[in-house]
């Protein structure tokens, strides 16, 4: 191990350090000596005979010492190296390592101590007790904390022992070597600058430790510092901005984007949660944040209308608190989720049917809430009504008429408009409206006929409805509500409404005289209708009233004289042959037709052979010839009828007498003077006795009175002569106006009060029932006339309940 340079000089210092004093020899030479190697001549030292050496057996003792460090050579006397003699094995930290030994010699037996100092030579290096020294530092330490490292140790003592510590060069740590009390020294680190372990998580150096031999030896080690983490990073997000785009109504649980931010550091201090800066309520609902993996998803629908960029603020924090924030900008991108919405404006429900084309009626506002083409809305009406949409201002529309509306063919239009957006695919919505055209009085009434035939019996009831006319107006309520007149004319030179009514609600004509075919045959009026209107419209029709004849004339016969001038006298020539013409009887009847149509009849004759009449000439002519035996005096007895249903006749009496000459007919007077007039002539009697009596009778009655009355207080008799009008019905009215009855004529008028139907309600004769078909009587008889009338047909015609007049 040493090499012979260190040999050589070890020899040159043993022999500068031979010590030759007398008693205790010392010997010094270094350590570490080649086995072999001289260290001494101790015979010559101790001045020993060489030679005798062996024989004296000379040996060295090493005092007990299991070692044996050097031999001494016989032959020589040179102590040389026994084995190896390490200075730090046998003395260790000593600072000077002397070893006692003795020489033995014998014959004689002497002793002599020598000392062998050993010397330190630098043979050991500094030595560190690991091969590394471990420190975890907090990446917070300050600048100039100080850390203290192990010191090194080297075996060799002294100058050869450590001397000093170097560094290996690094921008963290100074050494600052110290010394202790008992001179070593050792080293610290001191920080010069922090240390950051995101940038560095472990600083190694290598420590060297130098002793001062020569040459120097050295060792060194490994400093291994751990970066400790200190939580001084934030978390940093990867963009400070998100920009993402999203369609609105995505569906929940879309991920809109996922933030991340990391943190240097470690552990905790590293470990990054999520959450939501401050959001407002709606937008918490909308949007989750994974606190973990940062990952935003939808809660809820986003709504472009609502909100067309939505900003989330967005926070990072470590473990320790630290955070930091960033933003996600969402850009909505619009769908067309809105269908466009209609509203109608001041529309008009009611038009007036005379509305012009053009006129405006309503005002349409359509609205979409949507964006760009989705929001574009176009609108429109269906075809085929009269109504069209004028684009106006922006989204507004007018609707108006395009043509004549007429309510009488259509009454109520359901619009349906329609407006559609641009969007893809296109929503639209629709919306009626309800147009009602209102009326206006532009139809007149109108009859069912050009015009109205009415046939009616004479001596028809007063007020029996003769025929009914009917017309119809398409108008609405009033404007279409018919009320009938009758215009005022003159029939006869009398105005029409003597003889009709006309209810003015139903169109029924009424009589209201009783008819005489024989004073008129038919006459024409003018029936007007009339709406309710304003202006009212109107029109008129004629209605022809036809009169039918009936049987209610007897025949009249003109000659004989009816007036029964008895002495009217046929003569009848006695030489008159058959056949031959002897008088004529002259009828008339005031009817018509059949009833006109008159018949003869002989129904009594003095000789019923004699005479014959013939049944529609009414021409009397002889049967037979006369013959001398005939009388002279022939009364005939003749009924003339007429053919109606019943038939009516009349007699008359004719007086025939046969003669050739007027001077043959002397009992003429006896033929007026017949027993009938003797009969008149008794009853003539009777009536004057009758008069005569029932006269002074009341003139006795009057007298009596007279007296009474002025014995008597007038009170009895007041108040009792007034004949009460009250008998009048209490919902009495008079009715007045043309076409319409008066109360002039002689019956009642009754209006239902309430109602305009007004029912002509006649008051009838309380013997109507009986009364005659002969209306016509304007016989102001007297009390003699009445007693002649006795006979029976007389007395049948003379009860007359009604006149009109
Ligand atoms: C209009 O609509 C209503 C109900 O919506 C319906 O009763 C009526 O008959 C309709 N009228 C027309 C003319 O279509
Ligand atoms: C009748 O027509 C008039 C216009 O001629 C109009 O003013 C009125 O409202 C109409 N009456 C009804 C009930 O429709
Ligand atoms: C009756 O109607 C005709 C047309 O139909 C008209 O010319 C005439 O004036 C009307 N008469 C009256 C009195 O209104």
Redesign the pocket.
Known sequence: MFCSAVEMFGLLFFVLMAHTAYGDVSYSFPEEMKRGSVIGNIAKDLGLDVNRLSIREVRIDNEGNRKRFCDINLNTGELTVAERIDREEICGKKASCVIKQELVLENPLELHRFILNVEDINDNSPQFKQSVIKFEIRESAVKGSRYLLDEAHDADIAINSVQSYTLQNNEHFLLNVLTKANGRKYGELVLNKELDREQQKEVTLILTAVDGGTPPRSGTVAIHVTVLDANDNAPVFSQAVYKVSLPENSPVDTVVVTVSATDADEGQNGEVTYEFGHLSERLMDIFSLDSLSGEIKLTGLIDYEEESLIELPIQAKDGQGLASHCTVLIDVIDVNDNAPTIMTKSVKILIPENAFPGTEVGIINVQDRDSENNGQVRCSIQQNVPFKLVPSIKNYYSLVTTGELDRELLSDYNLTITATDEGSPPLSSTKNLHLTVADVNDNPPVFQEHNYRAHVQENNKPGSSICSVSATDPDWRQNGTVVYSL?SSDVNGAPVSSFLSINGDTGVIHAVRSFDYEQLKSFKV?V?ARDNGSPPL???VSVSVFISDENDNSPQILYPSPEGNSFMTEMVPKAAQAGSLVSKVIAVDADSGQNAWLSYHIIKATDPGLFTIGVHSGEIRTQRDISESDSMKQNLIVSVRDNGQPSLSATCALYLLISDNLAEVPELKDMSHDESSSKLTFYLIIALVSVSTFFLTFIIIILAVRFCRRRKPRLLFDGAVAIPSAYLPPNYAEVEGAGTLRSTYNYDAYLTTGSRTSDFKFVRSYNEGTLTTDLTLKKTQSAVDDLEGLDAEMSDSFQVGLFIY
């Open positions: 215009l003018l007007l109107s029109s008129n």
